[in-house]
């Protein structure tokens, strides 16, 4: 039997970054996945870096978002560095188009709580918004340009982040996935796998919307899968630059001369199918934007599942099993929120300490809410 001083289960972008962030610690790190790692929902992501708040019941995840946009360049450079590999970062903001016509104190209170957050935000007028982005359509009625947001090619990134945290010296399984843990008494002794035991000091469950089906993590992370569709879409004729939203709608260029287009957010179970509803809602939302990606070329379509919890926040640190710790529940902010993750999983293992409030995010916090009320 392996031990280990950590052992991650999971190897999409959160279980990868952790495992590079225990790895350059200098710890020994096992990863294991119960498939080709970095086939998920970090595959099937836009790849956006959105730390704005998309509504007040989000605020607490604000900071976070913010430490993660912070320490965002320096993570890319260790992995491109790394792996050898580009991911695709592209810093350009991002544009809110209005297609109604929205009342000036609704366009004040959101550049407000941009101001707040820290975020540089600025209102401009449809005429101002095509100059910037001269493809979208002429029914735009006033925008909003977000500079701070950035994306990359989240498929390119899991898989240098897990070449990366290999070249530090974790070591990585494919087609060997956690099946409950291995606990005795109230210590986590490791996981129970598909092919035998490991052992470690530390245990991370790290496996996305899949969490909640590891025999005893269920109770730490009551994660679901929602599902998300996504296009792809090319058109030499139509350059976009910035990341453009719409009523949750969105377009996303890539280096490659891509447009992703997305997404849905269904509650299916696991079922990972492209359904005739969600490309009508992704492509009819596309056009009203962009009206000129009419004649583009689909090139690819897919779903992925995101993990989402019960107040739709991330799962983060430790539990009361003694070297148990959880990272999952990223819902729909798992690529902004992978470096700051690593870190403060990394900080919790190597220190006991970290340098962010993470108690909002405890996964102690379900059974706090299941056990019955005293008088
Ligand atoms: C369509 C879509 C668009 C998105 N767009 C964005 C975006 O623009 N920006 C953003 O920040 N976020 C976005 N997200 C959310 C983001 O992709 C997720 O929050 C993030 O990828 C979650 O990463 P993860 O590593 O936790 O999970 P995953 O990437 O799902 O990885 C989980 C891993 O665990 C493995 N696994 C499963 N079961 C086991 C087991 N029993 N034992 C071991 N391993 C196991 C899986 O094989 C997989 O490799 C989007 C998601 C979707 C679906």
């Known amino acids: 039997m392996k031990t280990y001083d950590a052992i991650v289960a999971g190897g999409g972008l959160i279980g990868a970054s952790i495992a590079l962030e225990l790895a350059c610690a200098g710890l020994k790190v096992g990863l294991f996945d119960a498939q080709k790692p970095g086939r998920e929902a970090s595959w099937a992501s836009g790849g956006m870096i959105s730390p704005s708040p998309e509504s007040p019941s989000m605020n607490s995840v604000l900071p976070m978002s913010m430490a993660s946009v912070r320490v965002y360049p320096e993570f890319i450079r260790l992995v491109e560095e790394l ?24 366009i004040t209170e959101i550049l407000e709580q941009h101001r707040a957050a820290g975020l540089r935000a600025e209102a401009v007028s449809s005429q101002q918004a095509s100059e910037l982005e001269p493809e979208i359509t002429a029914e735009i009625r006033a925008g909003i340009v977000r500079h701070d947001e950035a994306s990359l ?25 956690a099946k ?26 790290a496996a996305g919307c899949f969490s909640a089906r590891i025999e005893g993590a269920e109770r730490y992370a009551p994660v679901v899968p929602a599902r998300g569709q996504m296009v792809a879409l090319r058109c030499d004729a139509v350059k976009i630059q910035r990341d453009l939203w719409c009523d949750h709608m969105y ?6 001369g891509r447009i992703i287009a997305g997404s849905t957010i269904e509650y299916e179970g696991y079922d990972r199918n492209v359904t005739a509803s969600g490309l009508k809602k992704i492509l009819t939302g596309a056009l009203s934007l962009v009206p000129g990606l009419e004649k583009a070329r689909i090139e690819e379509t897919w779903a992925g599942l995101r993990p989402d919890t019960p107040d739709h926040l991330p799962i983060l640190g430790p539990t009361d099993r003694e070297g148990l710790m959880i990272a999952t529940g990223h819902f729909r902010s798992g690529i902004l929120l992978a470096p700051i993750t690593a870190r403060l999983i990394c900080e919790w293992v190597t220190t006991q300490r970290v340098s962010l409030d993470w108690t909002p995010f405890s996964p102690m916090r379900f059974q706090a809410k299941r056990q019955p009320q005293t008088a």
């Open 83 to 106: 792996s050898g590999k580009n991911v695709g970062y592209r810093k350009e903001g991002a544009l809110d188009i209005f297609l109604k016509e929205t009342p000036q104190a609704e």
């Open 153 to 177: 090619d989240s498929r390119i990134f899991t898989e240098s982040t897990l070449e990366a945290a290999q070249r530090q010296g974790a070591e990585i399984y494919s087609g060997n996935g």
């Open 180 to 205: 409950a843990l291995w606990t005795d008494g109230n210590v986590c002794k490791g996981l129970q796998l598909d092919n035998g035991r490991v052992e470690a000091r530390w245990t991370v469950i």
């Open 251 to 256: 377009l996303v260029p890539r280096t490659d």
